[in-house]
Nanobody
Framework: VQLQASGGGLVQPGDSLRLSCAASGDTFSNYGMGWFRQAPGKEREFVSAISWGGGGRFYADSVKGRFTISRDNAKNSVYLQMNSLKPEDTAAYYC??????????????????WGQGTQVTVSS
């Protein structure tokens, strides 16, 4: 599976961004999908995950209530709507695919395929 993330940018605190991740190369609905982020000098951390059909959605406590993950299997895409952005959300954001299709996986090691990352910078 090849993944291509997009939609990052420079925004002010309180603004919104929508990240997209386009998949190709295999049956998209076979995979659970996740978003991770990594700030300079920090480990990659879980942000959100979604099950193969979209019915299961999981969030890190730090983004719960502000971020929404979704997927469109017809378009082979997963999205991350980010609202009320904070400076601490600044990081490179990565989409990833896992064979564990229930969407509950939070460890990077559980994900087999990764996109290239898209930078999100929240600053006034």
């Amino acid at each position: 599976v090849q993944l291509q993330a997009s939609g990052g940018g420079l925004v002010q605190p309180g603004d919104s961004l929508r990240l997209s991740c386009a998949a190709s190369g295999d049956t998209f609905s076979n995979y659970g999908m996740g978003w991770f982020r990594q700030a300079p000098g920090k480990e990659r951390e879980f942000v959100s995950a979604i099950s193969w059909g979209g019915g299961g959605r999981f969030y890190a406590d730090s983004v719960k209530g502000r971020f929404t993950i979704s997927r469109d299997n017809a378009k082979n895409s997963v999205y991350l709507q980010m609202n009320s952005l904070k400076p601490e959300d600044t990081a490179a954001y990565y989409c990833a695919a896992t064979i564990f299709a229930d969407g509950t996986r939070r460890r990077p090691n559980d994900y087999r395929y990764w996109g290239q990352g898209t930078q999100v910078t929240v600053s006034s």
